[in-house]
């Protein structure tokens, strides 16, 4: 069966510190991997989104980048952190197109101090 | 870009009482999706509708698609205090990116 991982579930970080997230995927291939960011309480918004290796899609202007060194790694960075970089993170993977469902990994609490 | 409005944002009922959450979309829905999320976890798929008037159960949960594809609405009959949670509406459109509304979160109160 497939299952999704998620590093590390929470980490506190100084402003201007670099970050590292990290993802991967087990039990499938060539699976489409994103990257949200939840506010407290409210939605997701989409950051990422890759369909293959090296083909990263930004959905929103920010601090952060994304790669996919493997098929089924996904990492999400940044050079130097800014407070508005604080929240919870979520991975998740889906095969196909429209209509998949997505899959998502346990969530990074990233607070910035 | 698509818009997805959910209301009410927040909901605070006693158990034994019905429910009713909505999903509204500035555009058609592709693949409309609705979720349930718990505080520190990830979203966990309830259902997928696809059909305009097309409505589906699941256990207590009740989900509709209106006819012109643009909204949806969950009903919960007889809530419990394990229906607490987060509750999204999402579309994938037609490239698989899923977008999320702000969710209503459900309080319910034994």
């Known amino acids: 069966s497939q299952t999704i991982h998620q590093w590390p579930a929470t980490l506190v970080q100084p402003v201007g510190s670099p970050l590292s997230l990290e993802c991967t995927v087990e039990?499938?291939?060539?699976?489409?991997l994103y990257w949200y960011r939840q506010a407290a309480g409210r939605g997701l918004q989409l950051l990422f989104y890759?369909?293959?290796?090296?083909?990263i899609s930004s959905e929103v202007p920010q601090n952060l980048s994304a790669s996919r060194p493997q098929d089924r790694q996904f990492i999400l960075s940044s050079k130097k952190l800014l407070l508005s970089d604080s929240g919870f993170y979520l991975c998740?993977?889906?095969?196909?197109?429209?209509?998949?469902?997505?899959?998502f990994g346990e969530g990074s609490w990233l607070t910035v101090v | 870009t698509q818009l997805l409005e959910q209301s009410p944002q927040f909901l605070s009922i006693q158990e034994g009482e019905n429910l009713t959450v909505y999903c509204n979309s500035s555009?058609?829905?592709?693949?409309l999706q609705w979720y349930r999320q718990e505080p520190g976890e990830g979203p966990v798929l309830l259902v997928t509708?696809?059909?305009?008037?097309e409505v589906k159960k699941l256990k207590r949960l009740t989900f509709q698609f209106g006819d012109a594809r643009k909204d949806s609405s969950l009903h919960i009959t007889a809530a419990q205090p394990g229906d607490t949670g987060l509750y999204l509406c999402?579309?994938?459109?037609?490239?698989?990116?899923?977008?999320f509304g702000q969710g209503t979160t459900l309080q319910v109160k034994p």
């Open positions: 509708v696809v059909t305009g008037g």
């Open positions: 555009s058609v829905f592709s693949s």
């Open positions: 890759s369909v293959g290796i090296g083909q």
């Open positions: 999402a579309d994938s459109g037609n490239t698989g990116k899923l977008i």
């Open positions: 039990g499938t291939s060539n699976p489409n």
């Open positions: 998740a993977w889906s095969l196909g197109t429209a209509g998949n469902t997505i899959y």
